[in-house]
Nanobody
Framework: VQLQASGGGLVQAGGSLRLSCAAS????????MGWFRQAPGKVREFVAA????????SYADAVKGRFTIPRDNAKNTVYLQMDSLKPEDTAVYYC?????????WGQGTLVTVSS
């Protein structure tokens, strides 16, 4: 399984950005897809997840109400819609996937939020 993330960039505080993560290969193995992020000098942290089997989503408290994780199962793609961005959202964002655990990781995409 390969995960290809895209969509990062520079945005002003209060703005929006959408990341994409396309899965290829044996995608039947990845009913769980999600996003993590790592800010400079900090550990990688969970952002959001989407479970294809249950149809449920989950979010870190820091992004609840601002981020959503829509999913297009036909395209094996998950998105991260980020609204009301804050400078503290600046980080490298990674998509991940798996079957109950995060078995697969994509490359990071940098999101920079200016104040």
């Amino acid at each position: 399984v390969q995960l290809q993330a895209s969509g990062g960039g520079l945005v002003q505080a209060g703005g929006s950005l959408r990341l994409s993560c396309a899965a290829s290969g044996r995608t039947v193995d990845i009913y769980l897809m999600g996003w993590f992020r790592q800010a400079p000098g900090k550990v990688r942290e969970f952002v959001a997840a989407s479970n294809r089997n249950s149809g449920t989503t989950s979010y870190a408290d820091a992004v609840k109400g601002r981020f959503t994780i829509p999913r297009d199962n036909a395209k094996n793609t998950v998105y991260l819609q980020m609204d009301s961005l804050k400078p503290e959202d600046t980080a490298v964002y990674y998509c991940a996937g798996g079957r109950g655990t995060w078995n697969y990781w994509g490359q990071g995409t940098l999101v920079t939020v200016s104040s």
